[in-house]
């Protein structure tokens, strides 16, 4: 495998410049057969030389001068009459030698240096010789051929990542002599099931044996005064703070430990539970990361710590977090792609997962440190950490409620699964990465009228074509804003957030009062945004009655939920221009709605298009206003009988509560009787209060029909002549509405039962 980088570029650079500088005092052909470079170390007292390469830039070697094959570095060679004694090996002296097969070291050769053997990748054997004391920084890295280790005696130090991906190791042997084994040293060794540390170790670094994923037995030799493996344990501990600095998937933590260490149990594939004692109070960050198999763990009232990434990766599907718990570091559960339930105990006085919301929240701050794919944002969230949904793969959409601020660094990264989002207007900023790698996108809105503050990547990797939904007036923001890249912006209207209307209703008595819609929040349909409106409908003298409405708008259109169809239905065209028109539909029944001309319209300091529309039935007929809805009724309806409560006109119109519009001096909330409504209408109904009994006159009486103040029809008659005696005695006391249809219309008179 050859390495380029800015090292290699640099060489050829050099190259040039000192095509005649050489790396090496002189070379001699070896007993196999290999020509070697030395050069010399001291040519006055002892003698020495250490193995280089011939070259002193990238490559080392030139092409088809590599030594290949069984190598046999000599104990001493002579030069100009002189003996010297081979004591080292070079930083990158057999770098990328690929054919190498073994090597056999000098009898007195005392270090390795750093890249010496890195990348020969068919090394199968190495004997290290008698007098080797260090092994240096990737010496052995990605000899993955290498069957096993059997280090000399004289050994003291391996260094960093000296042995990192040599997959084929089945062995390892340690010196009794062995002090320190540094970061990496053995990581990625996935052969070797067994591991014994001798008691001369005082030094293991706790990233030394990481991804080694056939390991089933640890032992540390008695006598070592830093480290143990008590009670058979097969883990690393460290004594003095009982710690567990390295475990493998068959270890039982024993019950005086208190600490599971810095990547302790990092890859450990195979492990599918773990027992962690109510002795642990610490879990350090990455301690399982990478576990994929691990698919159940108690977190016991112990603990009080859990450390960033420490469960990164793992196969878990629900977790606990108890109420000991007040530290948690960076999102712990990232990319674990099965899980569906994240609690938290309800006496925990730091975290919280309100709401059943599936995510762990930090309660003073309201903010999310770690979510999964099932995690529902609560309202009152403002904030999502950084990373706190890193790599969740499987979660297609969320909402984002309106009360959250600031989406951090990395919160949604490599969520490739993601299919829409949309970022609320309250979102004010995007940290670094939010949506880096999110190439499963299809849809973006924006509702903010002006861009976020966006950090660098915040849409890295996003296929540039994707759509990007953004307020109308909106475009420059958007495309000068430096983070935000995405080009295919579209501007349309959008159902303002925190937006109020409130309508004039009437019923059939010619009461007057009012209904309320509210957009309270989004929901998610089939992976699509849908938007949450109450509407509460306040009849005089009777209760609200509440219900829910759900609207999802897409290019300019508003669509309408259809119970009774279990469908979308197109309401508002807001794209419509004059002469345009769009057909909606009311369960069986259908209009065509023609736009007639068009205008402008201020509300607060924002402009509306507004469009007079018509239709031959007389139902939408009036004004819309694109982005806020009708005038006469957000809502409008068919109307088969002159029976029922009828909404008459928008009175206010609250967006983010500022009041941008209100008709005429009628308060948004009044309630108006038909005692303080003039109906002088020719009509008599006596005798009122009536026990059952009651005469109904008027001119030109076709219909006559009696009512809830609900607006149930509970009495209905067709009638030929000016007067009829009614039996109403089947009804409940009470108050009720008689409504008469004549020549002239519809004539409303309220009627009190009594027993």
């Given at each position: ?56 830039y990238?490559?080392y070697w ?32 057999f ?10 070291l000098?009898?007195?050769?005392e ?16 004997d ?38 040599c997959?084929?190791i ?25 591991l ?39 883990a ?45 109070e610490?879990?350090e ?8 198999d ?11 710590t ?29 990319s ?40 529902i ?9 950084e990373?706190?949904f ?46 880096a ?7 973006i ?12 990547g ?9 759509p ?17 890249h ?33 957009y ?36 300019c ?42 205008m ?26 694109c ?8 809502f ?49 109904l ?5 026990n059952g ?43 009720y ?9 519809a004539?409303y ?7």
């Amino acid at each position: 495998m050859k390495r380029f980088s800015l090292t290699l570029l640099l060489s050829v650079v050099l190259a040039v410049g000192y095509a005649q500088t050489q790396n090496y005092s002189f070379s001699e052909v070896c007993e196999t057969g290999q020509t070697l470079y030395y050069q010399i170390l001291d040519n006055s007292v002892t003698h020495t030389v250490k193995v280089v390469a011939p070259n002193p830039y990238l490559p080392y070697w030139d092409e088809g001068a590599e030594p290949t094959g069984d190598l046999r570095i000599p104990d001493v060679v002579s030069y100009e009459g002189i003996e010297y004694t081979v004591t080292a090996i070079d930083d990158d002296a057999f770098d990328e030698c690929d054919q190498l097969s073994s090597v056999v070291l000098g009898a007195f050769v005392e270090s390795i240096g750093q890249h010496a053997f890195i990348y020969c990748t068919s090394l199968t054997t190495v004997d290290f010789g008698s007098s080797l004391v260090g092994v240096g920084f990737s010496a052995f890295y990605g000899c993955t051929s290498l069957e096993s280790l059997m280090l000399p005696e004289p050994l003291r130090w391996i260094g960093e990542a000296a042995f990192y991906n040599c997959s084929g190791i089945a062995s390892i042997s340690f010196p009794s002599t062995l002090d320190s084994i540094a970061f990496n040293a053995f990581a990625d060794c996935s052969g070797f099931t067994s591991l014994v540390i001798p008691e001369s170790v005082s030094y293991i670094d706790y990233w030394a044996f990481h991804g080694n994923t056939s390991l089933i037995s640890m032992v540390v030799e008695e006598g070592n005064s830093v480290y143990d493996s008590r009670n058979g344990c097969n883990a690393i501990v460290e004594t003095a703070s009982n710690k567990i600095i390295r475990g493998c998937k068959t270890t039982v933590i024993p019950n005086d430990v208190v600490t599971i260490g810095r990547a302790a149990f990092f890859g450990c594939v195979g492990m599918t539970e773990m027992v962690v004692p109510n002795s642990i109070e610490v879990i350090e960050e990455n301690a399982f990361s990478g576990c994929t198999d691990l698919v159940s763990i108690h977190i016991p009232n112990s603990v009080t710590t859990i450390g960033g990434r420490a469960f990164t990766g793992c196969g878990l599907v629900s977790v606990n977090i108890p109420c000991t718990v007040t530290s948690i570091g960076w999102n712990p559960f990232a990319s674990c792609q099965n899980l569906v339930e994240m609690t938290v105990d309800p006496a925990n006085p730091v975290y919280d997962s309100r709401d059943h919301c599936n995510a762990i929240i930090r309660t003073s701050q309201n903010s999310i440190i770690s979510g999964c794919k099932a995690t529902i944002v609560p309202g009152s969230v403002v904030r999502l950490n950084e990373g706190s949904f890193y790599n969740c793969r499987g979660l297609t959409s969320i909402i984002i409620p309106k009360s959250v601020r600031v989406i951090g660094k990395e919160v949604f990264y490599h969520c490739s699964d993601l299919v829409s989002i949309t970022l609320p207007s309250s979102v004010a900023t995007l940290g670094e990465y939010a949506f880096a790698y999110c190439e499963g996108l299809r849809s973006i809105y924006a509702r903010r009228s002006s861009c976020p503050t966006t950090g660098f990547g915040a849409m890295f990797a996003i296929d540039r074509d994707v759509p990007v939904h953004i307020p109308m007036g909106s475009r420059h923001s958007y495309e000068n804003t430096w983070g935000f890249h995405l080009p295919n912006l579209i501007e349309e209207y959008m159902l303002p957030e925190g937006a109020e209307w409130w309508y004039e209703m009437r019923d059939v008595a010619g009461n007057r009062s009012y209904q309320r819609l509210e957009y309270i929040n989004d929901t998610l349909m089939d992976n699509v945004s849908i938007k949450v409106l109450i509407k509460e409908s306040l009849p005089v003298g009777g209760q609200p009655i509440v219900s829910r409405e759900y609207v999802y708008e897409d290019s300019c259109r508003l669509y309408r939920w259809s119970g009774e169809e279990e469908s979308f239905g197109l309401l508002y065209d807001y794209s419509a221009q004059q002469g345009d028109e769009w057909q909606v539909s009311f369960g069986d029944d259908e209009i065509m709605v023609h736009v007639d001309t068009m205008m402008v319209m201020s509300l607060g300091d924002s402009y509306y298009d507004v469009m007079w529309v018509h239709d031959d039935r007389n139902i939408m007929s009036g004004e819309i206003i694109c982005g806020v809805g009708h005038r006469k009724s957000f809502f409008p309806e068919f109307v088969s009988s002159p029976f029922g409560l009828i909404t008459d006109g928008m009175r206010c119109f609250w967006k983010d509560e500022n009041l941008l519009f209100q008709f005429g001096d009628v308060d948004c909330d009044a309630i108006l009787s038909v005692d303080e409504i003039d109906n002088q209408d020719g009509i008599t109904l006596y005798p009122n209060p009536t026990n059952g009994a009651v005469t109904v006159a008027i001119e030109g009486m076709s219909q006559v029909a009696v009512i809830s103040l609900l607006g149930q029809v509970l009495y209905e008659t067709k009638v030929q002549g000016d007067e009829v005696l009614l039996d109403l005695s089947q009804l409940e006391v009470g108050i009720y509405v008689v409504c008469v249809i004549t020549e002239n219309g519809a004539v409303y008179r309220q009627l009190c039962v009594q027993k």
